[in-house]
């Protein structure tokens, strides 16, 4: 019994996310810039804390990092990424637990000076008090969400014009 319960507030509280951006910077810059995740907090006001749950500096499969991120609503969610598999400047994939758990699917395609990223976010929340109020507080996770993305991708995208036009 307790089985179908979860099952029923895990299908309730499923989020699926797929995100596309294209971002004026050529291939390799993004990707670069992306993966070097020590450098989020600079350019990202959502992202409370990052770091490295071992040593390494550039992100290959098996490495850890835990993040803590916070939107516009009164809370923040911590949880750690395992890279499951990486192709650079093509592919990234990762599972997360923590406050939420699920996977991250994150696609680059590059044209000329231009990347298309491409994420797709399925998670489920863990905290009790998330999965009990999803029924009339899921609207508001999404925007919360949403919002998140957007503080990340116009911080990304500023960054990379900053540092372009630094080259002219």
């Not at 008090?129 to 998140?148: C, E, K, V």
Request: a negative charge; proline letters at 4%.
């Amino acid at each position: 019994m307790i089985s179908l319960l979860n099952d029923f507030i895990d299908k309730k509280n499923y989020y699926s996310f797929d995100n596309c951006w294209n971002i004026d910077a050529p291939l390799e810059q993004s990707w670069n810039e992306l993966l070097n995740y020590k450098n989020w907090p600079a350019w990202c006001d959502a992202l409370e804390k990052i770091e490295p749950m071992g040593q390494f500096d550039h992100p290959k499969k098996g490495n850890h990092i835990r993040s803590v991120w916070k939107g516009t609503l009164s809370y923040s969610i911590s949880f750690d990424a395992i890279i499951k598999d990486i192709a650079p400047y093509s592919f990234l994939s990762f599972n997360v637990t923590g406050d939420l758990r699920g996977e991250g699917i994150c696609h680059f395609l590059g044209s000329d000076d231009n990347t298309n990223i491409n994420l797709i976010w399925n998670v489920f929340p863990t905290k009790l008090w998330m999965r009990m109020s999803s029924t009339f507080a899921r609207s508001l996770f999404i925007g919360n969400h949403d919002g998140i993305i957007d503080q990340l991708v116009t911080g990304f995208v500023r960054m990379i014009e900053h540092k372009n036009s630094l080259k002219m």
